[in-house]
Every structure is written in structure tokens, then in C-alpha cells.
């Protein structure tokens, strides 16, 4: 298995979801909380002109050149960080300047001496480029970056843009590497790989306004995490991979199996941002106040951007109540019949309590069992499709709601339904459907994985999830299939051993994003565009659109230096 799955999603599974079975060692690995937050001072608090300015791209980009490191580097006497500014002429994408990539990996060694920040050695490179592990559209054009740089405050970041900037070469954002389109891969040849794992400090906790500030390493389940074990009852509910950094999901705009209660990255849960442009400068998007009619909501900007417009160092995040909860699992003969009962409980007047629900395939439930069965686990499910349902509320609720729960689920068909008996089961049932991935990758021997995801109105989620579940039949592709099925997004496993599989593994890729599409949905509930989905984004957007797009991209990266050939479709 390569090196960024084991490293950020086998070991992060295995330290989060029980921590009173942490180590004292993996604890002290946790975010610490900063008494002294390494950067406060010199943010750039942009002005609704200096906003609008940027947006509308009403200013040209003038040229930069001949800039010696100490001059490169300066701060000016405005608090700017260096002499690059949003007032130049656009070079425009087709004059882009040759990048000098040697003269940028010597100026990074001269800025970053410590053993372990800049990397350029061969190996490790290549193993931060894999792409074997999940398949995705323009994932046989990866290639293994020309160095990475492992920063620790945002004035690191600054740093490393400038050089970028005066070498004009272009930069990839990285978080945990738990992305599955390809947004921090290299499908360029020089390159700068900008690895903000490191940045995983939080930097306040305000307990008494439900919110937190961290940097944009640090991840949704370490942070929950550490306000368990400071006795907070207060979580973050976006819940995307495990090991998912904030920033990460700021930029692909994530979600998670809690988006049927708690929405998704635009839903306000990000207050606001601390951002590096392409030009070295820093902004932050807005105060900490959880509401604010001041001007453009530059947050919004940001969300989805998926590093295309800046680097994302530190985040403010809302937080929510922890309640109680239990998890109940269903067994249906069909998956029209899962899903009428889930719009029936969600419609219910109990449907507010209703946390998450999920379906699973039979096909992935299959996959499920033979995983709990290889790692000898006496507990197994009906291999038919299923839902997962998390249900919230203090005792009493939670009674009256499990009891109408299995009434609705009876009466629209269910087999068999199981109720977590107390806490531990509770987590073990839950942690049986965030474990799908793992399960699905050693489901079939010898097998690789093309994960892809849609979303379509809920209404059309049982017609789109039977015409795959049909196609991949037709085709002979092995599919499991898991969704949020309460918002309509779900995922699509394709696994394939060979190349002649590899084809049909493609084509039904393709034939699900056309589906969704052609149902009023989208080509990506939350996985994000990055390099695989960005040919259909003018076909579900519109030209007009990914017009307005571009615009925005060329006023604030005139030199396309931000995590190219991501997002936009190519001209």
C-alpha cells in the first residue's frame, strides 16, 4: 500500500475513533493548543475596495523581475509581505515564463536549513506522487514532485510563494493526501509541493462562542478529538476521510456522513480564513464573528477553490453541541425501499434527530463482511442493501425516537433492523460504515480502486443508484456502492485487476457522472474537481460560468502558478 495511505488514513483510523485507548505517545502527537499563537501580527485585513478590486480584476498585474532574496523577502513599511502586490499587468496563461526550478530549490535550502523541511530526495518524492492506490481521471499523468517544502507558520508559506513567484514556478498545496481526484498531485514538471501537515497547531479554543481557530494542518478528527479530552462538549461535524485537514476540506469544499444534519462546507461552519495569494501577500477573509454583512464573504471565495487561488494557513471553525447518540443498522430488499424509508424518517417529527443515514449496497455489505471475517470479527450483516443511521437526542429522545424509527422502517420494508446496544457497540456499528474504504480495498485480491462520487436531488437517488448498480452489472465491474443517502451523494468503488477491466472501470466512471448530470445533479457531491472531474464542469455549470471562474483565477493568479492544470477545464 503506498506510503501517503498508510501514513495518513490506516494510522489516523486507528488513533481517533476511541480515545481512552490513545497512548500516552500518539496523545502527545495530537495538535497542542498554542498559549501564544505563532501569527497574529501581520495579517492583511482587506478592505471591501481592496475586495472588490480583486474579484472584479478592475487592476492589472505589472511585471517582477531581478529581485534578490534579501529585497525578494523584505517586508515593506505597510505591513506587506515583500514588494509583489495585486497591482500589475496580467502575463496572461499563454506567455507564461520559463520556470528556473534550480535556482528555486537553492533558495529554499538557504531559507529552510533544518533536516526535514525541504525535501528533494528521489524516493520520497515518489512516494508522495503514487497514484496506484486510487485511480482517477489524469492519474496516469502523475509524477513525482521536484521538492517539498514542510512549513510551520504562514510566514513560512509567504516565504515559500515568494520564491515560487521569483522563479515563476508553480506551487501544489498539500494536506494529508486524503484527496481522491488528484488535487495535490503533479501534472506539471517543475513544481514546488507545499506540505501543510506540519501546520496542525490549534490555536484557540472559544468554548463560550461554540468556536476555534486552528492552523490549516491540523485535522477535523484530532481536533475532536482533543476537545473530548479537554472535556468540551463541543465537535466539529464535517466528517469526510479520517485524517482530513481543515484546510484540506475548506478547499474542496468536503462534507461527510453528518451533512443530512449539520450541511456541508458552505453551511457557514468556516468563519473565515487566513490566506497567502500567489503574490506573496496575506489576507484574512473576515472577523471571528459568527455573522458579518460586510462586504464580499471572501470565505466563499476560497471554499472549493481547491488551492487555485491561494494557500489556506489557519481557519476558523464553528462548532456544535455533542450529543448523545446511537446507530441502528437496516437490512431492505431493495434500494428504492431503503430510500423511501429514509425520506419518510427525515419528513417524520422526528426527522430533526436523525443525524446521519446512510446507504450500503449489497455488494459493499458483502465487502464488509468479508473484511470484519478476515480480521476476526464474529460479527456479520445480511448482504443486502442497507442503511446506517445515526440517531441524536438526550435518553428520553432518543427512546421515543428509536421507536418510531423501527416502525417506519418496518413499514417500508425491512428485513431485519439492529439497534446499537449501549456506546461501544454503538461505535463499533458506526465505525463498520466510516471504515468502507478499507473494506472495499481488500475485498477483492490483488485489485485497485477508481473512486468516484455525484450527487443528484434526493428524489432521484434510488433511480440513479439502480441504473449503476445495472451498468456495472452489464459491464462486469465489481461496484460497491455507499452514500449519504439523505442529501442524494453517493460513492462509487470501482475495482478492476487488469487492463481490459481498467477500460470498463473508465467508461462506467464516465457513464456515472453522465447519469448524474443528466438527473439534475452534479459531477461531485464532496470528493471535489481537482485534475479528474474538471472536463465536466462547463457541461454542469455552463460556459458563462466557468467563465466568471477563470476570470477570478487569472485576476488573483496572473501567472497560474497556484495549483495548475486543477479545477478549471482546460481551454
Known amino acids: 500500500m503506498p506510503f501517503h495511505l498508510r501514513g495518513q488514513l490506516l494510522l489516523r483510523t486507528g488513533r481517533r475513533h476511541y480515545a481512552k485507548n490513545i497512548s500516552p505517545k500518539t496523545r502527545s502527537s495530537l495538535p497542542t493548543i498554542a498559549k501564544n499563537p505563532p501569527y497574529p501580527k501581520k495579517h492583511i485585513q482587506a478592505s471591501s475596495i481592496e475586495l472588490f478590486v480583486l474579484v472584479a480584476g478592475c487592476v492589472g498585474w505589472g511585471a517582477i523581475a531581478g529581485l534578490s532574496l534579501h529585497s525578494y523577502l523584505s517586508e515593506d513599511d505597510g505591513g506587506h509581505f515583500g514588494s509583489t502586490s495585486l497591482s500589475s499587468v496580467d502575463l496572461g496563461w499563454n506567455t507564461k515564463p520559463k520556470p528556473d526550478m534550480k535556482k528555486a530549490m537553492s533558495l529554499l535550502r538557504n531559507l529552510f536549513p ?77 513544481n514546488i509541493c507545499v506540505d501543510l501537515s506540519n501546520m496542525n497547531t490549534i490555536l484557540q479554543i472559544n468554548e463560550n462562542d461554540s468556536d476555534l481557530v486552528c492552523q490549516a494542518g491540523a485535522t477535523w478528527d484530532d481536533i475532536n478529538h482533543t476537545l473530548q479530552d479537554s472535556g468540551i462538549k463541543l465537535f466539529f461535524p464535517l466528517d469526510p476521510a479520517p485524517g482530513a485537514t481543515i484546510g484540506g476540506m475548506m478547499a474542496t469544499s468536503c462534507s461527510g456522513t453528518n451533512a443530512v444534519r449539520y450541511g456541508t462546507a458552505r453551511a457557514e461552519w468556516f468563519l473565515s480564513a487566513t490566506v497567502v495569494l500567489p503574490s506573496g501577500e496575506v489576507i484574512k477573509t473576515r472577523r471571528r464573528a459568527h455573522k458579518s454583512s460586510a462586504g464580499f464573504d471572501l470565505t466563499q471565495l476560497f471554499i472549493g477553490s481547491e488551492g487555485t487561488l491561494g494557500i489556506i494557513t489557519e481557519v476558523a471553525i464553528r462548532l456544535a453541541p455533542l450529543l448523545p447518540s446511537t446507530v441502528a443498522v437496516a437490512h431492505f430488499p431493495n434500494v428504492e425501499n431503503a430510500c423511501s424509508a429514509v425520506d419518510a424518517l427525515l419528513k417524520s417529527q422526528y426527522g430533526v434527530h436523525i443525524q446521519c443515514v446512510e446507504l450500503a449496497d449489497s455488494i459493499f455489505m458483502e465487502a464488509l463482511n468479508h473484511s470484519l471475517t478476515s480480521s476476526g470479527t464474529a460479527t456479520s450483516y445480511p448482504a443486502s442493501d442497507s442503511l446506517f443511521i445515526k440517531l441524536q437526542g438526550d435518553k428520553d429522545t432518543l427512546r421515543d425516537v428509536s421507536r418510531v424509527t423501527k416502525q417506519i422502517l418496518e413499514r417500508h420494508g425491512s428485513m431485519k433492523i439492529q439497534f446499537a446496544n449501549g456506546n461501544e457497540e454503538a461505535r463499533t456499528m458506526w465505525d463498520h460504515r466510516k471504515g468502507a474504504l478499507l473494506a472495499i480495498l481488500g475485498y477483492i485480491k490483488d485489485s485497485e480502486v477508481w473512486s468516484t462520487d455525484v450527487c443528484v436531488p434526493v428524489s432521484n437517488l434510488p433511480k440513479l443508484v439502480r441504473q449503476v448498480q445495472e451498468d456495472a452489472a452489464t459491464m462486469n465491474v465489481i461496484c460497491p456502492i455507499v452514500g449519504h443517502v439523505g442529501d442524494g451523494n453517493f460513492h462509487a468503488a470501482l475495482i478492476y485487476r487488469s487492463k481490459s477491466e481498467f477500460k470498463n472501470v473508465q467508461e462506467l466512471s464516465k457513464r456515472i457522472v453522465e447519469r448524474a448530470l443528466t438527473l439534475d445533479g452534479t459531477c461531485t457531491g464532496e470528493h471535489g474537481v481537482g485534475v479528474g472531474k474538471r472536463h465536466y464542469l462547463a457541461k454542469e455549470l455552463g460556459d458563462e460560468t466557468v467563465k466568471v471562474m477563470r476570470t477570478i483565477k487569472r485576476t488573483i493568479d496572473p501567472k497560474d502558478l497556484m495549483n495548475p492544470g486543477k479545477l478549471y477545464p482546460p481551454v
Not at 530526495?121 to 482517477?136: C, V
Not at 517544502?149 to 504562514?154: A, D, E, G, K, Y
Not at 510566514?155 to 506551487?171: L, S, T
Open 114 to 190: 533544518e533536516e526535514g523541511k525541504v525535501i528533494t530526495d528521489p524516493k520520497s518524492l515518489k512516494s508522495y506522487s503514487e497514484t496506484k492506490f486510487l485511480a482517477y481521471i489524469g492519474s496516469q499523468d502523475a509524477q513525482p514532485h521536484k521538492v517539498i517544502v514542510f512549513p510551520t507558520t504562514t510566514e513560512d508559506v509567504v516565504k515559500i510563494v515568494k520564491v515560487a513567484n521569483n522563479c515563476n514556478v508553480p506551487i501544489v498545496p498539500r494536506g494529508s493526501g486524503t484527496g481522491l481526484e488528484g488535487h495535490s498531485s503533479n501534472i506539471t514538471d517543475d
